[in-house]
């Protein structure tokens, strides 16, 4: 009961947050939003952290949740127009690594980052300041735009590691849902389109009942 208790608790604290998210956006007219609520980088990074070390969604993530995430990366990464053997993939923001896992069963030579390690498919990294060269990868995936605090930054990042020719794919959430952890919110993709505005849009598409939640994916192509 007190657990029940504590539940219901913890979802009410939030709504003043949704709330207030909701009414920036809406009445502040912004397709992208960036919370700012943070004191500095590092209590960001706690904040973020915070969530990808909980053990409870660990296990969920290693357990219940693995299969049907990676059938769904592994459909969404099949239907990209590349041959993915032997190919150099990123995933950014991969926690314990579905997708990095579906890249690899398809042929290619895939790692992910993430601000907490989790081997043997997920390096310690920041997607706002990736320690690779420039052209290192074939292809970059992530799905996790809503956690990125400096969407400039990630964009930046994410088109620079990018090789000539290779793809970029973004699957994101639109609108103010969330959770505790998002920090930039969309409602349409021209924020992402000028964000990436250096790289070609191959496809976008609107998604229904995703295994990830998300709503859009968006394909870019380098140069």
């Not at 969407?151 to 609108?175: I, M, N």
Request: charged share 25%.
């Amino acid at each position: 009961m007190f657990e029940l208790i504590a539940k219901v608790l913890g979802k009410i604290r939030k709504i003043p947050g949704f709330i207030s998210r909701l009414a920036r956006g809406a009445f502040g007219g912004k397709q992208l939003l960036t919370l700012n609520r943070h004191k500095s980088y590092g209590d960001y990074v706690a904040k973020q952290v915070k969530k990808t070390t909980d053990p409870k969604r660990i296990e969920k993530w290693k357990t219940e949740e693995w299969d049907s995430k990676v059938q769904g990366f592994t459909k969404v990464f099949s239907q990209l127009d590349m041959r993915l053997k032997d190919k150099k993939a990123l995933c950014l923001g991969s926690r314990t690594g579905q997708e990095v896992f579906a890249l690899q069963t398809l042929g290619a030579v895939a790692m992910g980052i993430d601000l907490v390690a989790f081997p043997p498919y997920t390096q310690e990294g920041d997607v706002h300041d990736l320690q690779f060269d420039d052209g290192a990868f074939d292809l970059v995936f992530s799905n996790i735009f809503d956690h990125v605090l400096y969407p400039d930054k990630f964009a930046r990042e994410a088109s620079r590691v990018l090789a000539g020719g290779g793809l970029l794919v973004l699957r994101v959430q639109l609108g103010y849902r969330g959770d505790d952890f998002s920090e930039t919110f969309i409602t349409s993709e021209e924020p992402i389109l000028k964000l990436f505005g250096g790289l070609n849009l191959e496809s976008q598409h609107k998604l229904q009942m995703q295994f990830d939640a998300m709503e859009l994916q968006l394909v870019f192509r380098k140069s």
